[in-house]
Structures are given as structure tokens and as C-alpha cells.
């Protein structure tokens, strides 16, 4: 009987190892970015579950004060109907200059996937939905930082009005321009990571992304997509080809 | 007690194996860091004070480094709020030059072998009494007389070969002591601080180092602390017998 407690404590301590290495290391999981045997890959996987691990999920980034607000570049696609910089897409480049065009009064956000009720938010819509601003630090992989007031809707309220399945685990962003990308269910529901269509008092700037950029507010900048027009959340990882980070050699977690 | 014993014991005959282990593991961590470290600067290679800092910022100083030096192309800014001295935005209009994408997953790579390390090495140090009997100065080695002696003895050329680890002299001891307990640590600590992650969950780091762009100016400064140390140790080995230093370090002795 006193050997009973010790056995299972080293049982659960060895699969606890062998399923936490697992998890570090995992290219095969479908609740994990997929490392396609790179090394790299595998490193970010590591940092993503180790921050998963040791770090509190509602922790919220530092406010700052109006005062505090910075000058900020707009870099990588500044206008996705412009061609001749960032990534541009034809079609949705196409589609946005004419939605442009009408004041975004004919621009839609598009939730759906593992949600009860998809749904389609016009900019109205979503500006009298319950509205959060904040003024933080947006941080650059590059390696520069800018302090802006973003206003907009909590993407946990935006979620909830479509009813997530209790299945769904990541939510995917899609664009105008060439990037899509996505985050986990810590980071969509956290209290900061909101929907912006307004910045420093004003409307979004088409360079920061209008009508309406993503904020995740605890990773690098790149994951706060700028003129997003589809959310779908899925139950499974998906990399997103050719438009997400992973195959082209980005990290999908970006804590650090 | 007996480890104490056994440390005094091999106190003049070279490394010991938990010595000769991470300092080989950091070693190697440390030279990817430079490595994909400096291709992260080269991105961006401007900085700052406080927690903003970009293009549109006046920058503390910038690094002769790349091809993004002095080199950045801007649409005319544009004021967020009425006043004269308002912040702006501008659109960047030709992307720079930007290996990030490999550079910065290499160097967090490395970074989680470099604290695995630093965390091994520090955990042996202190808990066998290395750190305070190996590298710690005595009161009376920190005297004038005793400091200036040694460096003296460092300048007078050829060097005599010299015995493979401790006991180390008062610069040696001064140089070792700053690199594992200042350094080593305050590179780690500044690197979290530009998390944003992980200041969310401790935002004292920002606090410390005075903000983000802060603790990456720190990082740089640091960095070249250690750039210097690494140049400085190695023509120190060049000088004191390569082959046999080399050889203490892999083989103990």
C-alpha cells in the first residue's frame, strides 16, 4: 500500500514528461503549429508552449497615457489597392478600392466557421457594439515600437454574437491584401485583443489597416492584421498556405 | 562538504566537468545569438530611450550597420492630433532590408539553450561554493597595488604559458565574476523586457530598465561588454598557450 502513491507519482511524473516533450516538440498534433521537421519551427513551438505554461492567460500589457502617444509608421501593405507596395492582392485589392470608394458603407466583416450564428458586421454595426480604448505599445519585429489609442470591439464580443462552437479552438483573420493569419483562444478572448476601427481619436488611417485592424496586444506587431474583412474560427490548426507566416518562414507565435 | 573538499583539492588542476559542460553550451548559444542577433539589428539598427521608438522618432544613435542605415523612404507625414508638435504617421514606401523571419526564431532558439545553460552553470556555482571561492575577489586582492600588479603582468609580452583554470588572478577574477553574474543574466533580462508577452505578466522588467526600447538599448550596450570580454578572452588563450588551454577546457586539464 506505501509503495501504491510513489508508483503512480513516478508513472504520472514520466508520462508527464514524455507528453509535455511531446507537446514542445509535436509536428503532428492538429492543436499545434505544424514545424514541417524545422528546427526553427520547433523552437517557436517550445517559446509558444512554454509561455502557454508559465505565463498568466489574462494578464493584460501595460496602458499608457494620452500623453504617451507616439508617432507611428504604417509599413508593409499601406493601401491594398496600390500594386506597388506591400503585398498586394489584385481581387482584394480590387474590392477594396471600391468599398474605399462608398466610405466602407458597403464593407462587411464576415464571421463564421465553428460558430452557431455566422454573421455579417457592417462598420455601423460594429461601432455601436460595446466599445473598448486603449493606448499601448505595439511592437515591431523589425525592432521599433509606437505607443497608439486603438478603439474598437473586444473580438470576444464579436465571437460571442456569433456563439463560438464549444469545438472551436483557433480563429483565422483574412484580408485585403496577401496575409491572413491566426491566434489561439487565449489570445481572442483576452480582454485586450480587440477589433479596431478607430486610432489616436480618429478613424482607423488606411495605412494602419482601415476600416478595421486586428490588436493582439501580447504579440509582435505582425500579428495585429491590418483591413481585415473574414474571421473564421476552426477546430483545428490550419497554417494557411501560402498567406500565412509558417510557410513562409515566419513563426505563427510571436509572445517575444 | 566533500564536494567543497574535492573542488579545493582540483583547485589548480583544471576545469571541472560541470564547468567545462556549459561553458561549452553557452559558448555555442552565445556565438548563434551574435550571429542571429546582429541580422536583427541589421533590420532595424536605430536606438532609443523609454518605450517608443521608430523611424518617425529621434533616435539616441544609430549603428553604422547594413543596408538599412540612414536608409529609409517615407511618404510626407502626416499629424494625428492639431498641435504643431504633434506625433505623425508616414507610410514606408520601399520595404527594408529584413531576415527576421529565420533571425528571430534562430535566436530564441538559442536563447532557451543559453538560459539553460546560464541556469546550469549558476545553480553548480553557488551551490558548491565555486562561485565565492573560485571567481568572487577577496578584499585584499581588490587593493591598488595588487590590481595594478596584475595588469601589468597582462601587458608585458611574450605572456607565460599558463595553467588551464583556477585559481585566476584578480583581473581574471574581476572579468569572470562581471561576465556570469552581471552580463550574462542582464542580456536575458533585457531580452524578456521586449517581450510582450512577458512584460504583460511582469511589467517591473519595464519598470527596471525604464521601457522596452530601454532594455534594447541595454541589450546592445551589454552585448558589446561581452563582445569585448569574448575578443580580449580569446587573444588571452592565443597568448597563454591555445592547445593546452583548449585541451583544459574539453579534457579537464
Redesign the interface.
Known sequence: MTDRPLQLSRRALIGGLASSGGLLLSGCSDQQPPTYGN??????N??YNA?RLL??RS????E?DRS?????????T??PSRSD?GLHDPQGGEAYAALRKGDFADWRLKVEGSVNNPKSFSLAELKQMQSRTQIT?H?????????AEWTGVPLRTVLAAAGIRPSGRFVQFHTFDLMADGIDMVDALHPQTILAYG????DL?I??GAPLRLRV????GYKSLKFLRRIVVTDKFNDLGRAGPIQ????WYN?? | MRLREAEAKVGSRGHRLWVRLTHWLIAGAVFVLIYSGVT??M??P?FYWG???????QPLFEVPLGPNYHHVS?AP??R??PSHNS??????????W?Q???A???H??AA?CFLAGLLAYLTFAFASGHARRVLWPRRDELRRKNVWQDVQAHLRLPMPAAEPGPPYAILQKLAYTLVVFLALPLMFLTG?T????????Y?IL?AIFGG??SA?TIHFFTFTFLAIFLLIHLAMILLTGPLRQLRGMILGN
Open positions: 528546427i526553427l519551427r520547433m523552437g517557436d517550445l517559446t509561455q505565463l498568466s494578464a493584460l500589457v501595460a499608457y504617451q502617444i507616439s508617432s507611428m509608421p504604417a509599413i508593409g499601406i493601401d507596395v505599445r511592437t515591431c519585429e523589425q525592432g521599433w515600437t509606437a505607443i486610432m489616436n481619436g480618429r488611417p495605412g494602419h496586444e501580447r504579440q509582435i513562409n518562414g515566419w513563426a509572445g517575444i | 536583427i539589428l533590420a532595424h536605430r518605450n517608443a521608438g521608430n523611424d518617425l522618432i517615407f507625414a502626416t494625428f492630433f506625433p505623425v504617421t508616414a507610410d514606408l514606401l520601399v520595404e527594408p529584413n527576421n523571419s529565420w528571430r526564431s534562430l530564441f532558439l532557451w524578456i521586449m517581450s510582450p508577452a512577458i512584460t504583460a505578466d511589467p519595464l522596452a526600447q534594447r
